[in-house]
T-cell receptor, first 109, second 113 residues
C-alpha cells in the first residue's frame, strides 16, 4: 500500500483548460510538496504546504489536513505545463518524503 | 547557482562495472537524501544523512550500494557490480535544519547495458 495516492495517473487537456490533480495520503504529515518533473529532467518544487492554500501564477495548491487531501490546480493550461506532477509528503518525524507515483499531464495546443 | 548539483548527469556503464555518483547539496543544508526513480514511478527513498551520519537506509539499498558523506557536505553513492535492474534516475535532495522545504538535484540517469 502506498502512503500517497495521486489521481489521475494520466491527464490530457486542451490548451486553456482548468486542470485539477488530486493527492490523498494516509500518514500524519508536517508538510506536503507538489513537485514538477519534465521529461528527462530533474525535479522542481512548486509548493510546500502545511495548511490552507498557496498561489503562484497560474498554479494553486490547497490542502485539507483533516481529510488528508491536497489538490493542485492549473488555470489556463499551456503546453509548457506538460510534465509529471508529483505529490510528496513529509512525515511528522521529518526524516523522509513519501512520494506519489505522479500524474503525467499533456496539454495539447 | 546555489542549488543542489549532481554529477554526472548521465552515465552508461557495462554490467558488472562499478559507478559512483556525486551530490553537492545547498551549502547550509545538513540533511541529504538519495532517491531512485524508475520510469513511470515516483522516487523511492534509498538513504538519508544528517551531517556526516547516515541515519537511515532503505531495504532497497543492497550490499552493492554504499553512500558516504564524509565531511557533512557533498555525498557520493557507489554501486558495485552494476546490474541491468540498477538502471534508473538517481536523485539527491537536501533540507535545511528544521525546515521541511527540499531542493532537488537534476539527477543522474544511469543506464546499465
Amino acid at each position: 500500500k502506498n502512503e500517497v495516492e495521486q489521481s489521475p495517473q494520466n491527464l490530457t487537456a486542451q490548451e486553456g483548460e482548468f486542470i485539477t490533480i488530486n493527492c490523498s495520503y494516509s500518514v500524519g504529515i508536517s508538510a506536503l510538496h507538489w513537485l514538477q518533473q519534465h521529461p528527462g529532467g530533474g525535479i522542481v518544487s512548486l509548493f510546500m504546504l502545511s495548511s490552507g492554500k498557496k498561489k503562484h501564477g497560474r498554479l494553486i495548491a490547497t490542502i485539507n489536513i483533516q481529510e488528508k487531501h491536497s489538490s493542485l490546480h492549473i488555470t489556463a493550461s499551456h503546453p509548457r505545463d506538460s510534465a509529471v506532477y508529483i505529490c510528496a509528503v513529509v512525515m511528522y518525524t521529518g526524516n523522509q518524503f513519501y512520494f506519489g507515483t505522479g500524474t503525467s499531464l499533456t496539454v495539447i495546443p | 547557482d546555489t542549488g543542489v548539483s549532481q554529477d554526472p548527469r548521465h552515465k552508461i556503464t557495462k554490467r558488472g562495472q562499478n559507478v559512483t555518483f556525486r551530490c553537492d547539496p545547498i551549502s547550509e543544508h545538513n540533511r541529504l537524501y538519495w532517491y531512485r526513480q524508475t520510469l513511470g514511478q515516483g522516487p523511492e527513498f534509498l538513504t538519508y544523512f544528517q551531517n556526516e551520519a547516515q541515519l537511515e537506509k532503505s531495504r532497497l539499498l543492497s550490499d552493492r550500494f554504499s553512500a558516504e558523506r564524509p565531511k557533512g557536505s557533498f555525498s557520493t553513492l557507489e554501486i558495485q557490480r552494476t546490474e541491468q535492474g540498477d538502471s534508473a534516475m538517481y536523485l539527491c535532495a537536501s533540507f535545511g535544519q528544521g525546515k521541511t522545504e527540499a531542493f532537488f538535484g537534476q539527477g543522474t540517469r544511469l543506464t546499465v547495458v
